[in-house]
Structure formats: C-alpha cells, structure tokens
C-alpha cells in the first residue's frame, strides 16, 4: 500500500543532507536517547511540501488516500490535535457572530471556539441512561431546536462519547439539511470505526478525528474531513488555528497509520472488537441495546465503585483511560492482542468490585447565561472557592474531566443545585474562576 509522505521524507533523509534548518536537531538523535524519528522531522521545502501550499506534493498525496478511504471529499492533515481542528470546523461552517446547535457534551475545545467566533450557543440535552451515562443526540432533539430558531445553520455533536455512545449521524444529517443547516461531528474518539465497516461519518458536512485516540498514531496528529467543501477551504482555516512550522513526523505518523490500517491493523482492529465483545459478556459491563449503538472496541466495565475498581487496577500494572462513580472506561485497540486481554481479565479477576454501577444521577439542567461565551472568556476574573461561588458567573468550565462534559459552561450563573451536583459525584476541585462584576 502506498505512503507517499512517509516515502518522501524517508528518500531526503536517505541522502544525508547537510541540514541548516530548523529544526534544531538536523535530523540527528535527540539528546538522551529519547525515542524520535528526527531524521524524517524536516520542514517546508522544495522536496517536503508544505501543509498548507498549493501543491500538488507529497502531503496532498497521503491527505486524498485518507479522504478516498473513508468517502470524503477532502482530508487536512492537523498536528494540533482535534482542538485545531473543531477550531477550524467551526470557522468554516459558522463564521462568526451566528448562532449554532451545540452537543451540551462537547469537548472544552468547542466552548472555546463559540467564545472567539462570538457564537451563540443553543444546547442541545442528551437523555440520561439508566447505565447512568448520557445517551445518543436525538434526531428529534436536533429537529425542534431547528425548527424553534431557523436562524441556526450549523449544528455540532460529539460521536462516539467518552463512554462510547453513538448517534445517528445520518439521520442527524438529514433532519439538518432539511432546515438548510449543515452538520459538524466531533469524531475524536471515533478514528478507528470507518476501519472497522462504519460509514455514518460520510454523511455529515464536517468530520473532525484524532488519529491518535485510537489509532497507532502520534500524539497530536488529527484530521479534519469534509464534504462539499475544497482541500483550499480547510488549509485557510486550518491554517489559521494551527503552527505554520507543523511537525512532518507527526503526518507521516498519519499516512503510516492509515497505510497500516487497511492492512493488518484492520485485521487486528477486528479481532479486538471481538475480544472486547467477550469482555462485555464475560463482565459487568455497558453493552448495546435497542435504542443504543456503542463504540464496539469500547470496554465500559460498570463498577458500584468505580474510582476503588480503577486503583485497583493500576496496583495492578493495568491503567484504565478513566473512572467514574460507576464505571471504568478502557481503551482497547489493534495494539491489544492476546496478551493483553489475558492480562485485563487476570487483573479483573483479582481487582473488584464489579456488578451493577453505582446510580450516577444526571446533571442538573443548564444554568442561566450572565454573559455570552465571548464576553466570559475576555473578561476580568478571579479564583474562589468552588464552595462559596454561588450566584457568581463562571469564567471557565466547571468540568468532571475526563470526560469534560460542563456542569457549568462559561458566562453561566453558578446556582446551588450545581455545586451540590459536584459534591455528589466526587468533583475534586477546590476553586473556579468568576467574573469579576461591576467594574
């Protein structure tokens, strides 16, 4: 399978040039040995391309192999994480100054993305679950904020959450493109699933995913796709939130990871989804049902202590991605084989308590906006005890992170209710910024 990028850099670095550019390194090891593929980290010349150039070059070759595979129309290549590219996603389906539909689950990267598009947000709840995790985004949800405020042309969900929930993206799409909006997903966590026979992204307009959230990818290496819009459309925006000096190694990681991918990554991929199915009968755990579609390389082991269950794995040498009061979520990839399934049941068997999770309750609704999320974010603030900050309006977000779904967003009043909310589920934050009012 080809990786022009990764082919490209490996051929310039074959001829040993005397490199007098940044980076510092010159392409020899870094100091202590430490484990980076110097040599391939060059920066924008006449032989590497350039990220965000007219090309055509190597980079544009590996971003059209991605956008091929997975039915997009174009592929971004982003070394700043999925934050870079939801920052850019936004930019170019809202503009600024508008109004858009926001999952209330978004990630921190989103809030902040309204608050430097000066965008007005209009939240959109997600039904909590018995299992005590929110459910799927509801096409009908989408539909009656639509329909409620036809000024909103833009519409942003997450998809899988944390906790692997899925929505139904195609059916979200259609309900947008029927109010003449277009649909943007936050598909961090879902990198792997089109590897995997899912096609659900191919219908919305905008589809953001770090490559390496879940696939054997670089940390920060992501991309951005898109549909009805140019390869020019995303480097103007990704540009603008993104280093003009990116990291080569990182998108080579990218073309390698996909090359990999549709070979024996895929192959591995899916035997871990069928090793994480046997986990799922074998254990107490979140599993599908009618009405909730899952993430199927996700393990959501459900715990009445979930906090206790993931100490004691990590005495065990075993490091689960995050706990909450009822469950403990592990990331399991094509990097996962037999070995490391043996190793996380030997630890389960050992570890408890396992059985139904602890009755995690829903968050109370959102509080009142003081401010608009622009007007929250520029403003003077101070730090406070979280306990005596009721009444004031939050300058940041008042989280449980992971998986950073706000209690509080910023420029919204703090009430009582939400800081008993904290309590209850263990939020182990002393203080939180406030806006300074009447200055």
Known sequence: MPTPLYDALRALADTRPLRLDMPGHHGFPLPGGLPWPSELDFTENGAT??????????????????????????CLFLTGGSTQGVHAGLALLAGAGGAVALDRGSHRSQFNALALLDLTPHFLPRPWLEEGVAGPIEPE??????????????????????????????????????????????????????????????????????????????????????????????????????????????????????????????????????????????????????????????????????????????????????????HVVCFLTCADGEAEFARLEEALGSAGPTGPGAAVPAPPGPPRAALTPRQALFAPRERVALGESAGRAAACQIAPYPPGVPVVAPGERIEKKHLAYLREIGYNKEYCDVILEGE
């Open 49 to 74: 391309g350039d990220l965000f150039g007219d090309g055509p070059d190597a980079i544009q070759a590996a971003e059209g192999l991605w956008a091929a595979r997975l039915g997009f129309d174009a």
């Open 141 to 326: 949800t989408v539909e009656k904020t639509l329909a409620e405020h036809p000024e909103i042309k833009t519409v942003c969900i997450a998809s899988p959450t944390y906790y692997g929930v899925l929505s139904d993206v195609p059916a979200i799409a259609g309900v947008c493109r029927a109010h003449g909006a277009r649909l943007m997903v936050d598909g961090a966590h879902g990198a792997h699933l089109p590897f995997l026979g899912y096609t659900g992204y191919q219908a919305a307009d905008v589809v953001v995913m770090s490559a390496h959230k879940t696939l054997p990818a670089p940390g920060q290496s992501a991309l951005l796709f898109a549909n009805g819009f140019s390869l020019a459309q995303l480097q103007r925006w990704g540009s603008v939130y993104g280093s003009s000096s990116p990291s080569y190694a990182l998108m080579a990681g990218l073309d390698g990871a996909r090359d990999y991918m549709e070979g024996a990554g895929g192959a591995r991929y899916r035997d871990t989804v069928r090793q994480v199915g046997g986990f799922r009968r074998r254990w107490p755990a979140l599993r599908e049902r009618d009405g909730l579609d899952l993430d199927p390389a996700r393990l959501v082991l459900t715990s009445p202590d979930g906090f206790a269950l993931a100490r004691s794995l990590r005495e065990r040498g075993v490091y689960p991605e995050m706990a909450d009061a009822g």
